[in-house]
Structure formats: C-alpha cells, structure tokens
C-alpha cells in the first residue's frame, strides 16, 4: 500500500494527479484550504471510482501544515510519496513588485513545499524509502516576461530540489522535479494581475499575456501531467527533471541552446512582431493568432 499526499489538490495538476494515483492503487490524501469547496474533487473522484481523502491543510501556515500532516500520519501511519504541488501565481516586473508580494510568493510556493517535506522526510528516512515529487514550472528554468516574483520562486523552490535530491540519495528517497508548461488549470483565470503602475512597462506585460492566450488555447491535459508523476514515480531509470506540457520542453530547450548575450537581446525588440518573430525562431513557439 502506497500512501500518497498530494498539496493543493482541488483544481488542476493537483486534482489530476490524486484521482490518477488513488487510480493507480495509492491510498491518496488531498490537501485543500476548503474541504466544503472540493465538490468537483469529490464528483470527479467518485465519476472515476476511486476515493481521495481529503485534508483540510493551508500550505502558507506552520500550524496548518503540522495539524494537517497530523492527522494524515495518525491515521496512515506513514508516507510513502509526497506532491508538493500546491502554489499560487503572480505578475509583476522587478521595478514595479513590492518586496511583500515577493514574500507571498516565495511563502507559499517554496516555504510550503519545505513545510509539507518537512513533515514526512522523518518517517522515510526511518523507512529509507519515499519519493518528494516538487511541481515547479518550465518559469523555473526560463525567466519568462513580466512575472518575477513567480519566476524567483520557482527557480528557489528548482533549487531547494536539486540540493534536496543530494541530500536525500544516501536514504533511498527519490526526489523527481516536474516542470510544466501551460496546463490547463484555474490558476490562469486568476493570474491576470498587470500593475504597470509606471507605464513603462506595456510591451513586457502585453507580450507575457499574448504567450499565455497563445498556451491555454493549445493548454495541456492535467491528466498528462499526472502520468507523467506516476512514470517518475515507478521508472527503474529514474530523472531529476520532466519537463512536460505546451511550452514546457520547448522553452527549456531552446533557452538551453542560446548564450547569456542572445537571452538579453530577445527582450530589446521594440515591435511585438520582431518580437514574436524572434521567439518562434528560438523555441519553436508561435505566439500569434492566440
């Protein structure tokens, strides 16, 4: 019996992935802020037959995540598997971001998911065996435009994992980090937060939303997402790294084949079209007609 945790599961990945793993055979627990709006959770998990226990838990509170995680472990006993999935978004540039909502941020999608591991790493070290699965972003990997306190915490949270995968190898713990693209997920129709109080700044939120209009409407199952987990979940030839969804593997590769120098000069095109010209050149992304 595998027992599985997965953050953040009332919507999107998170929701997908619970269903697809209880699927699979694990004993799922689902954290959400709400238990009473987890309705489609319930209807989706009972259309699939299979169960998800859901957990009422706020990854951004000390006292949350420790209530919550009690009261998995004293009725599962253990952890095997843990999906910090759960985050939230935000759109600023550097110039116009207060220092709090880097905070925000950074609490929630990185000091979350060091809550959540927090809580299970002691059994499984005990067991010498588990699996910490950290959902990032392909925005942990690429810079992408007009979102830095997102960026900046999922390139924190790609560090904490890649340093974690180290630390925890000599106890047989896996650690798999998986970066999506644009999946579909409620976390877009709430990610439309475009401050440009200096007007400065029109071209690098108006192309940032253009690339998102160009993904959600070619935006990637949740599901396909979920089987990816599950693969790096049971794949003798374990990676540190899956990159998955529209965008993921593209920009990741094509920001991998450029220098420092080419990076810089892709944002000092002054018309969008140079622009999306220039981007569908390096990432095989076309941007247009979204």
């Not at 890649?162 to 000599?170: C, F, S, V």
């Not at 790294?241 to 220098?259: D, N, Q």
């Amino acid at each position: 019996m595998t027992v599985t945790v997965v953050t953040g599961a009332n919507s999107g990945i998170g929701r997908a992935t619970a269903i697809h793993l209880a699927g699979q055979g694990h004993v799922v627990y689902g954290t959400v802020r709400s238990v009473d709006k987890a309705g489609k959770l319930r209807s989706m998990a009972a259309d699939a037959g299979v169960e998800v226990r859901l957990v009422e838990l706020d990854i951004a509170e000390d006292e949350s995540v420790r209530a919550g995680f009690a009261e998995i472990l004293g009725e599962a006993g253990g952890v095997d598997v843990l999906v910090n999935n759960a985050g939230i978004g935000g759109n600023a540039v550097a110039e116009e971001c207060p220092p709090s909502l880097y905070l925000d941020l950074m609490n929630v999608n990185l000091c979350g998911a060091v809550r959540c591991l927090q809580q299970v790493l002691p059994g499984m070290r005990e067991r010498r065996h588990g699996a910490i699965v950290n959902i990032t972003s392909v925005t942990g990997r690429i810079a992408a435009l007009a979102q830095s306190p997102y960026v900046t915490s999922k390139w924190a949270l790609e560090g904490l994992s890649e340093g974690l995968a180290q630390e925890l190898a000599p106890f047989g713990i896996r650690v798999a980090i998986i970066e999506p693209g644009v999946t579909k997920s409620a976390i877009f129709a709430k990610n439309i937060d475009a401050p440009n109080s200096t007007g400065a700044y029109d071209a690098q939120y108006r192309r940032m939303f253009q690339f998102y209009a160009a993904g959600i409407a070619r935006a990637t199952d949740p599901f396909e997402v979920a089987k990816l987990i599950d693969h790096a979940l049971t794949t003798d030839e374990p990676k540190l790294r899956y990159a998955v969804s529209w965008g993921g593997p593209e920009l990741i590769h094509g920001r991998a084949e450029m220098t420092d120098e080419e990076w810089v000069a892709l944002g000092d095109h002054e018309h969008d079209s140079d622009y999306y010209d220039a981007f569908a050149a390096r990432f095989d992304l076309e941007l247009r007609n979204a």
